[in-house]
């Protein structure tokens, strides 16, 4: 994994000083190494930061044709590279590294565009062919890794962190409609920051004459239900198909020139990508493991499934005043407000793995996402699926899945009105997705605290409508399941902007560690795609492909486990109704400083008078307050670590 930036400019004013400004900001994306390029006429730039993980010695980078024509950065990893390499060799191409990272120039120079058919892996590249003019960026097919893009005055800026950008200049301005998607939870290839988008997942931008032209290379396809409830495979066929995918996509991510770690968590997801890697080597995988303190530590989980495997534990404890201590370098990090301190405690688990002397991780990230993992999917399947002898027994149902799991109920069910936007999704896909429903009921409370005259707060459905535009209804929605459905929707928001965000590569990459997922694998993702729903839940247990594929490498504790999601303790208040917690402590005093007043979304008054209320309210009041208070807190966090205007 490295950091790039790269420029298509109108004039030659970009200067290599600025250019080292920038790739400062995102060294710790690559403190091996950082190399830049400039063309003979100084109009296209490319800047390189590296971490090596592959070709230890030789893989600097920017990369550069032997023709001189083409020149390319990348950040990320490309499996299978080795078989590539020899037949582009075969060909008659010479390469001058022994990293993976270089058969990206050489496949582009043999098939053009379709060179992304052959890659395979988490990556963003940029490419600079100085035979058509052309910048040409690409992202991998999930956002695993991110790529932002800048047009401005006929120049465009790629960045792989949004930072880097500001940096080079882009002024640092708040983007109301992204901040409105943001908040909403919602948000796909908008960012927060004017002017600054993200090339979307599985998608090629050209950029030539300041101008720029997006072409998806790849979807995540789900078949009509008409379809699925034809295939005629049975359990065991689907069992076999699914292991020897799932089991490839990890041995793919086993290369590595250094060692490779596992992050565990207590639950299914990583502990069966841990049981698979650790049967296929002789040593044992160290596995690193947050120990939170309370109800939320699921450590001595992971330790079972260690001893189990015949791994290396590795527990790393996180306090509540770790998760105050680290919050404000977490956010400038991940470049967005966060809701819950998970996103802390992973930027503290990196850092110890870091220390500990790895590069290299498995993580768990995607299972969720591909098997309908979530309590949302399961609701979605109960509402719009049969089974049920009469609506009352259905709602029974509903009632009881929610309550058992008492610990995220509040956070993911949270009481109050749905988002009027629902009402938009309803009509235009024919159900609202539990997840928008419920999720957007945050949105709902946060803007009750908005300034009347807050951007963007005059018209609460532009995040939906948005949203819904970037949907391929009639191709990629309509006539497919409603689980299906929620699982997509899910995929095109949350799990890039923040999943694969502030659980994944900026809280990892924060700290120079690359983040491997081998569920977010494009063959196992289009093998999870064709399954019948069935596969995903039976009955009320979720991703039971999962269970049945893994049972012989995750304990018998585990694979009778329902889904409790990776979450740090909400925000807690002492008896006698005075702060405690040094992360509740810590949000107060950001929003009860001056400073606060300075963004332009939230009411400093509506915002006190609600911390005021926090003295009446009960534990269950407070879960669900928990999120809002760290949204508008780190909302000001943004507004002060990037200097934003208004």
Same mark, same amino acid.
């Given at each position: 994994?490295?950091?790039?930036?790269?420029?298509?400019?109108?004039?030659?004013?970009?200067?290599?000083?600025?250019?080292?400004?920038?790739?400062?900001?995102?060294?710790?994306?690559?403190?091996?190494?950082?190399?830049?390029?400039?063309?003979?006429?100084?109009?296209?730039?490319?800047?390189?930061?590296?971490?090596?993980?592959?070709?230890?010695?030789?893989?600097?980078?920017?990369?550069?044709?032997?023709?001189?024509?083409?020149?390319?950065? !990348?950040?990320?990893?490309?499996?299978?590279?080795?078989?590539?390499?020899?037949?582009?060799?075969?060909?008659?191409?010479?390469?001058?590294?022994?990293?993976?990272?270089?058969?990206?120039?050489?496949?582009?120079?043999?098939?053009?565009?379709?060179?992304?058919?052959?890659?395979?892996?988490?990556?963003?590249? *940029?490419?600079?062919?100085?035979?058509?003019?052309?910048?040409?960026?690409?992202?991998?097919?999930?956002?695993?890794?991110?790529?932002?893009?800048?047009?401005?005055?006929?120049?465009?800026?790629? %960045?792989?962190? =949004? /930072?880097?950008?500001?940096?080079?200049? =882009?002024?640092?301005?708040? @983007?109301?409609?992204? *901040?409105?998607?943001?908040?909403?939870?919602?948000?796909?290839?908008?960012?927060?920051?004017?002017?600054?988008?993200?090339?979307?997942?599985?998608?090629?931008?050209?950029?030539?004459?300041?101008? !720029?032209?997006? /072409?998806?290379?790849?979807?995540?396809? $789900?078949?009509?239900?008409?379809?699925?409830?034809?295939?005629?495979?049975?359990?065991?066929?689907?069992?076999?198909?699914?292991?020897?995918?799932? &089991?490839?996509?990890?041995?793919?991510?086993?290369?590595? @020139?250094?060692?490779?770690?596992?992050?565990?968590?207590?639950?299914?997801?990583?502990?069966?990508?841990?049981?698979?890697?650790?049967?296929?080597?002789?040593?044992?995988?160290?596995?690193?493991? =947050?120990?939170?303190?309370?109800?939320?530590?699921?450590?001595?989980?992971?330790?079972?499934?260690?001893?189990?495997?015949?791994?290396? $534990?590795?527990?790393?404890?996180?306090?509540? #005043? @770790?998760? %105050?201590?680290?919050?404000?370098?977490?956010?400038?990090? +991940?470049?967005?407000?966060?809701?819950?301190?998970?996103?802390?405690?992973?930027?503290?688990?990196?850092?110890?793995?870091?220390?500990?002397?790895?590069?290299?991780?498995?993580?768990?990230?995607?299972?969720?996402?591909?098997?309908?993992?979530?309590?949302?999917?399961?609701?979605?399947?109960?509402?719009?699926? %049969?089974? $049920? /002898?009469?609506?009352?027994?259905?709602?029974?149902?509903?009632?009881?899945?929610?309550?058992?799991?008492?610990?995220?109920?509040?956070?993911?069910?949270?009481?109050?009105?749905?988002?009027?936007?629902?009402?938009?999704?309803?009509?235009?896909?024919?159900?609202?997705?539990?997840?928008?429903?419920?999720?957007?009921?945050?949105?709902? +409370?946060?803007?009750?605290?908005?300034?009347?005259?807050?951007?963007?707060?005059?018209?609460?459905?532009?995040?939906?409508?948005?949203?819904?535009?970037?949907?391929?209804?009639?191709?990629?929605?309509?006539?497919?399941?409603? !689980?299906?459905?929620?699982?997509?929707?899910?995929?095109?928001?949350?799990?890039?902007?923040?999943?694969?965000?502030?659980?994944?590569?900026?809280?990892?990459?924060?700290?120079?560690?690359?983040?491997?997922?081998?569920?977010?694998?494009?063959?196992?993702?289009?093998?999870?795609?064709?399954?019948? !729903?069935?596969?995903?839940?039976?009955?009320?247990?979720?991703?039971?492909?999962?269970?049945?594929?893994?049972?012989?490498?995750?304990?018998?504790?585990? $694979?009778?486990?329902?889904?409790?999601?990776?979450?740090?303790?909400?925000?807690?208040?002492? #008896?006698?109704?005075?702060?405690?917690?040094?992360?509740?402590?810590?949000?107060?005093?950001?929003?009860?400083?001056?400073?606060?007043?300075?963004?332009?979304?939230?009411?400093?008054?509506?915002?006190?008078?609600?911390?005021? +209320?926090?003295?009446?309210?009960?534990?269950?009041?407070? &879960?669900?307050?928990?999120?809002?208070?760290?949204?508008?807190?780190?909302?000001?966090?943004?507004?002060?670590?990037?200097?934003?205007?208004?």
């Amino acid at each position: 994994m490295c950091g790039l930036i790269a420029a298509q400019l109108s004039r030659p004013w970009l200067q290599q000083e600025r250019l080292e400004t920038a790739l400062e900001t995102i060294i710790h994306r690559g403190p091996d190494g950082r190399a830049s390029w400039f063309s003979e006429d100084r109009l296209s730039v490319m800047g390189h930061v590296r971490l090596s993980i592959i070709g230890l010695n030789n893989g600097d980078q920017p990369l550069s044709h032997d023709r001189g024509d083409l020149h390319a950065v !990348v950040n990320g990893e490309f499996y299978g590279y080795k078989g590539i390499r020899e037949k582009l060799r075969e060909q008659g191409y010479r390469f001058m590294t022994e990293s993976d990272s270089e058969i990206a120039l050489h496949l582009y120079d043999e098939y053009g565009l379709g060179f992304v058919d052959h890659l395979r892996g988490e990556y963003a590249l *940029v490419l600079a062919d100085r035979r058509s003019g052309e910048m040409i960026a690409v992202r991998d097919r999930f956002g695993i890794k991110p790529l932002f893009y800048a047009q401005v005055d006929g120049e465009i800026f790629f %960045g792989s962190e =949004i /930072k880097a950008l500001l940096a080079l200049g =882009i002024p640092s301005r708040w @983007d109301p409609a992204g *901040v409105m998607s943001e908040l909403a939870f919602v948000r796909g290839h908008a960012t927060m920051f004017e002017n600054i988008r993200q090339v979307p997942p599985g998608c090629i931008l050209i950029a030539k004459d300041g101008a !720029v032209q997006i /072409k998806q290379y790849w979807d995540n396809v $789900y078949p009509t239900e008409s379809v699925l409830a034809n295939d005629t495979r049975s359990e065991a066929e689907v069992v076999s198909g699914f292991r020897s995918v799932l &089991d490839d996509a990890v041995s793919e991510r086993l290369t590595a @020139d250094v060692e490779v770690a596992c992050y565990l968590s207590g639950g299914l997801d990583s502990s069966a990508v841990l049981g698979l890697a650790q049967a296929k080597l002789d040593r044992p995988i160290r596995a690193f493991t =947050i120990a939170f303190e309370g109800e939320f530590d699921e450590s001595p989980l992971a330790e079972r499934t260690a001893a189990f495997t015949g791994s290396n $534990y590795q527990p790393i404890s996180v306090s509540p #005043q @770790d998760l %105050g201590d680290n919050l404000s370098d977490a956010i400038w990090h +991940s470049e967005k407000p966060i809701f819950n301190a998970n996103t802390v405690a992973k930027f503290m688990l990196s850092r110890a793995v870091r220390d500990a002397g790895i590069k290299v991780v498995f993580t768990g990230e995607g299972a969720d996402e591909m098997l309908a993992g979530y309590l949302f999917e399961r609701r979605d399947l109960m509402l719009y699926g %049969g089974g $049920y /002898k009469s609506e009352r027994d259905r709602q029974a149902a509903i009632t009881a899945l929610i309550e058992s799991n008492p610990l995220t109920k509040s956070l993911l069910f949270p009481v109050g009105a749905s988002a009027s936007g629902c009402e938009l999704v309803r009509k235009a896909i024919g159900f609202c997705p539990s997840w928008i429903e419920n999720i957007s009921k945050q949105f709902v +409370s946060l803007s009750s605290m908005m300034r009347a005259d807050a951007p963007g707060v005059s018209d609460l459905d532009q995040p939906f409508e948005t949203m819904l535009s970037e949907l391929d209804l009639p191709g990629r929605i309509l006539g497919r399941d409603a !689980v299906n459905i929620s699982l997509y929707t899910w995929q095109k928001t949350v799990l890039v902007n923040f999943i694969l965000t502030v659980l994944a590569d900026r809280m990892e990459m924060a700290h120079s560690v690359e983040g491997r997922v081998p569920f977010l694998d494009h063959h196992v993702a289009e093998y999870s795609a064709g399954l019948p !729903v069935s596969y995903k839940i039976r009955e009320t247990t979720e991703k039971y492909i999962l269970r049945e594929t893994t049972k012989d490498v995750i304990t018998p504790e585990l $694979y009778a486990r329902q889904k409790h999601p990776f979450l740090a303790p909400p925000m807690r208040k002492s #008896q006698k109704n005075r702060v405690s917690d040094p992360l509740l402590q810590h949000c107060e005093d950001i929003i009860r400083s001056s400073a606060f007043a300075d963004q332009p979304f939230f009411e400093p008054a509506k915002a006190r008078d609600y911390l005021d +209320s926090l003295a009446k309210m009960d534990s269950e009041a407070i &879960d669900q307050a928990s999120p809002l208070i760290q949204r508008m807190a780190t909302m000001s966090l943004m507004q002060q670590r990037f200097g934003i205007s208004n």
